[in-house]
Structure formats: C-alpha cells, structure tokens
C-alpha cells in the first residue's frame, strides 16, 4: 500500500507550521509540496503528486471553496469558520462531493488525525497512518504562541502558586524548562495541558502544579522537591528541589507514579 501524500495550502505560514508538526506525529504520510498562494498551487497542480489537498478556507487570491471546485483530489478543509462550512453544507449545497470534512481553527491534533483516518478509509489505496508520539506541544503565550519541547518542561504552575510561594510571576501559568527561562502561557487549564502532553511521565499534584517524573527529586507525604531552574537560592535546605504541596487526593497515587 501507498503512503498518503499530502499538499498543505494555507496564506498563514504559522497555520502551515503546526500542521507540519501535527502530521509529523503520523506515520505513513508524506508532504510533498505546501503553498501559501492559491493561484500557484492551481497553476502547479496537474504536474502535483498527492492524493489529499489540507487548504484553508479563507484566502485573498482564491477561496479555498474554489479551489475545490478546480480539482478532483480529496480535501480537507481547515477554517475559522468552521460552523458556517459544515461539512454538509459543503457536499450538498456546494456540490464538493470530494471534501472529506471541515475541521476549525484553531487547530487541534484529535481533529485533523479523525479527518486523515477517514481520508485514509476513503482512498483505499493509502496505508493508515499510525500515531507516533508527539516530541513538541504548542502553547498559547502573550503574543502569539510558543513550541515546546515535551522532554524539556520540569513543571507547570498557575499563578495561585505562585501567590503561595510569595515568588513574582504572572500570567495564567508558567512553564518552567529545563534549558531555559520560564515560560508564560494563557488561557489553558492543567487538565487540557496534560491531555495534551499524553505522557506516563508527568502528574497533576495539586490544582496548582504538575511535574514531569524526572524534576522529583524527593518528596515527603504533603511535599514534592522539584528542579524548576530558577534562582539555586530557592534550592536551599529543600532537598536538592522547589517544595510543591501535594493535594490529599493525591498522595497515594503519586508515590504509584513515581514507583512506576
């Protein structure tokens, strides 16, 4: 069986980044082209060689629903409008027969690996892909958003704990690193953050924090010592570590985590 080749269409390069790194995380699938123009993808696209378009919607020169109506390859569509191009809208009024769904920005992984598994199932000819594990998550930060290394982040705090341990800090949370400053991210939950990270290697210790296994470096029954590479000062007298206070509710199954 075939690999799935896939062409990215999208006038925001920054929409092409992360859909780079989400397809990355797939076996089986190959990029073969990416544009930013649609009048250039249109003037190349016979002498392309794919079998699944991901374009966006919106754009200046040509919408991405033109575009459909001047191929015949499969599409999947991404858009900030996603409620408006339904993906019945698009087959029964449009006539696009071909668009396999329509999925919103801004993007989320579990969408687009639904969208490519039912590309897949509707080109016979492709292998399936298979999800690999991601090495990278993508944040909401101030100004736009950051890419971050999964094996590099030691721990997570809300801005409560920061309160709680008098340290100055702001923003929702904080991603403490282990190769570099900490970082401020907003507008997600340490619930969504884990779901995210998808990793046996870290654990929610309180509503205030979550850690990564290898920034324990001991812990009593209410307290994790955690490396967080910030002032060594705070480092003092806490076993090699930050204190973080452990929630009741979940002592038991943090020395089960740690003992795994």
């Keep these: 069986m ?5 062409v990215i269409l999208d006038d925001d390069r920054g929409d092409i980044e992360l859909l780079r790194i989400y397809l990355g995380r797939m076996k089986d ?10 009048l250039e993808f249109l003037k190349d696209e016979p002498q392309l060689d794919y079998n699944l378009l991901i374009s966006d919607v919106e754009m200046l020169e040509k919408t991405g629903l033109e575009v459909a109506k001047e191929i015949s390859k499969k599409i999947i569509f991404v858009t900030g409008k996603a409620s408006i191009y339904g993906n019945d809208l698009l087959k029964t009024n449009m006539e696009l027969d071909h668009v396999i769904a329509a999925i919103p920005k801004p993007l989320k992984f579990e969408f687009l690996s639904k969208a490519i598994g039912q590309a897949s199932i509707q080109l016979p000819e492709v292998k399936l892909p298979e999800i690999i594990p991601r ?36 923003g929702n949370k904080k991603v403490y690193l282990e190769t570099s400053s900490p970082i401020v991210i907003t507008d997600i ?72």
């Design 2 to 6: 075939k690999k799935l080749k896939i």
């Design 29 to 38: 699938i190959s990029i073969t082209d990416q544009y930013t123009n649609p």
């Design 135 to 170: 090495e990278f998550i993508r944040l909401k930060i101030k100004d736009g958003t950051a890419l971050i290394r999964i094996s590099d982040i030691l721990t997570v705090s809300t801005v409560e704990f920061e309160k709680q341990q008098k340290n100055i800090g702001g």
């Design 189 to 260: 939950s340490l619930e969504e953050i884990f779901k995210q990270l998808n990793s046996r290697e870290f654990f929610i210790v309180s509503d205030s924090c979550l850690v990564q296994r290898k920034a324990v470096m001991g812990q009593t029954k209410t307290k994790a010592f955690v490396r967080m590479n910030i002032d060594p000062k705070f480092y003092e007298d806490n076993r090699g570590g930050f204190p973080v206070f452990i929630s009741e509710s979940k002592r038991s199954s943090f020395i089960t985590f740690l003992e795994s």
